[in-house]
């Protein structure tokens, strides 16, 4: 099956440092990738849709000013958490669709465990 | 718009047992539908989905579920549990039409297996 990484997988910031998360499809073109965020023992919230060459669009009570989404190749999105705060310390998944097929699967990084101190 | 309901965050099973996790949707148009597995501290794997033709959908790890339009169902079943099934479940819902868009995930069920 289609391959999507994540980098890094565990990182540990100071408050009100700037951390960047990357989403990679490796065997396959995403035109769109999601980006998500789980609280433990929760399920996923979905937090914006990246669209490769455009803006990216984020759902309601998601500051896009504080989580900075960039998808510049058809391969790599990026979630920079800007000014991390304590309270920003979560799991955060990314996803990605396969351009080339029509059911809407999509496949999963396997997360990135942000905290910050 | 659609929608997503598992009915039991939490499942326990005895190891051999039938694993039967439900998943009620709402959708305005044909759904596409998905159930996930997650591993802690893992990102979401497939399990198996449905999205055209058969309505008995075989998945990887012995699971299998059921497309029941009349009862807006996508429940998820496994003969005989294993140690290894112990995770978190997901079930998902897009619509058929809707191809680019977000998943809408239900809150999950944990399934416990005990030997």
């Known amino acids: 099956g289609a391959v999507v990484s994540q980098h890094p997988s565990r990182v540990i910031c100071k408050s009100g440092t700037s951390v960047k998360i990357e989403c990679r499809s490796l065997?396959?073109?995403?035109?769109?990738m999601f980006w998500y965020r789980q609280f433990p023992k929760q399920s996923l919230m979905l937090m914006a849709t990246s669209n490769e060459g455009s803006k990216a669009t984020y759902e309601q009570g998601v500051e896009k000013d504080k989580f900075l989404i960039n998808h510049a190749s058809l391969t790599l999105s990026t979630l920079t958490v800007t000014s991390a705060h304590p309270e920003d310390s979560s799991f955060y998944i990314c996803?990605?669709?396969?351009?080339?097929?029509?059911?809407?699967?999509?496949?999963f990084g396997p997360g990135t465990r942000l905290t910050v101190l | 718009a659609q929608s997503v309901t598992q009915l039991g965050s939490h499942v326990s099973v005895s190891e051999g047992a039938l694993v039967l996790l439900r998943c009620n949707y709402s959708?305005?148009?044909?759904?596409?539908l998905f159930w996930y597995v997650q591993y802690p501290n893992q990102g979401l794997q497939l399990l198996l989905k449905?999205?055209?033709?058969?309505?008995l959908v075989k998945g990887i790890n012995g699971f299998e579920a059921e497309f029941k339009k009349s009862e807006t169902s996508f429940h998820l079943t496994k003969p005989s549990a294993h140690m290894s099934d112990a995770a978190e479940y997901f079930c998902?819902?897009?619509?058929?039409?809707?191809?680019?868009?977000?998943?809408?995930f239900g809150k999950g069920t944990t399934l416990s297996v005990s030997s």
């Open positions: 065997d396959f073109q995403a035109t769109t």
């Open positions: 449905y999205t055209t033709g058969a309505t």
């Open positions: 998902a819902v897009s619509g058929a039409n809707q191809a680019g868009t977000a998943l809408i």
């Open positions: 959708s305005s148009v044909p759904p596409y």
């Open positions: 996803s990605a669709r396969d351009s080339g097929t029509g059911d809407n699967e999509q496949f």
